[in-house]
């Protein structure tokens, strides 16, 4: 199976701040990766599909960048509805595997 | 607007069995891969498994964890997608999320899960 590793597995940051979390493959996926948001109670949300493309209706201050084993999700300026555990998935391989979350909270 | 209700969750013994359903609206179902997805009670997300659309034959695929215990199905007439757990284990306790997966025919293949449902949620308790 292949491993997808976050990082941080927490982060304390502050409205407007500039995010960037981490996710890093065990082996090449070439982009075959999305990132997902969740809040308490609540189903994921994806932001991200194939590595860097923007989902529908999503706000741009989010952005993926990465391929091959390294990827990133970026909040360009935290805002209060951003709070939440984000979650990337890799789909190159089966079976699929999520990173084990990264939870930003409020600083 | 895309939707998907999950139901069928609840409470059960270990070594019991349990059907879940999930319920779609607003696309063709008939023409996308369906996932489940599961999350333990504070824990990460866990992929369960995937069903592929009529043009690949209804095949599936399931994580070790509940391979031969758990199957996928589904129903096109009815939009639904179903997972029947089998000699469920305390650690199969979790909420249960279905989620689309949509297929491209020109590419043949998905990219990801991108609408999932509200979930349901199952104990497995004594």
């Known amino acids: 199976d292949i491993q997808m590793t976050q990082s941080p597995s927490s982060l304390s940051a502050s409205v407007g701040d500039r995010v960037t979390i981490t996710c890093r493959a065990s082996?090449?996926?070439?982009?075959?990766l999305g990132w997902y948001q969740q809040k308490p109670g609540k189903a994921p949300k994806r932001l991200i599909y194939?590595?860097?493309s923007l989902q529908s209706g999503v706000p741009s201050r989010f952005s993926g960048s990465g391929s091959g084993t390294e990827f990133t999700l970026t909040i360009s300026s935290l805002q209060p509805e951003d709070f939440a555990t984000y979650y990337c998935?890799?789909?190159?391989?089966?079976?699929?595997?999520f990173g084990q979350g990264t939870k930003v909270e409020i600083k | 607007e895309v939707q998907l209700v999950e139901s069928g969750g609840g409470l059960v013994q270990p070594g019991g069995s349990l059907r879940l359903s999930c319920a779609t609206s607003?696309?063709?179902?008939?023409?996308?891969?369906m996932d489940w997805v599961r999350q333990a009670p504070g824990k990460g997300l866990e992929w369960v498994g995937r069903s592929r659309n009529k043009a690949n034959s209804y095949t599936t695929e399931y994580a070790a964890s509940v391979k031969g215990r758990f199957t996928i199905s589904r129903d096109d007439s009815k939009n639904s997608l179903y997972l029947q757990m089998n000699s469920l284990k305390t650690e199969d306790t979790a909420v249960y999320y279905c989620?689309?997966?949509?297929?491209?025919?020109?590419?043949?293949?998905?990219?990801?899960?991108?609408?999932w449902g509200q979930g349901t949620t199952v104990t497995v308790s004594s």
């Open positions: 194939a590595a860097s």
């Open positions: 082996q090449g996926i070439r982009n075959d």
């Open positions: 998935l890799q789909y190159a391989i089966y079976p699929r595997t």
């Open positions: 607003g696309f063709t179902f008939s023409d996308d891969y």
């Open positions: 989620a689309r997966a949509p297929y491209s025919t020109s590419s043949g293949r998905t990219y990801g899960m991108d609408v």
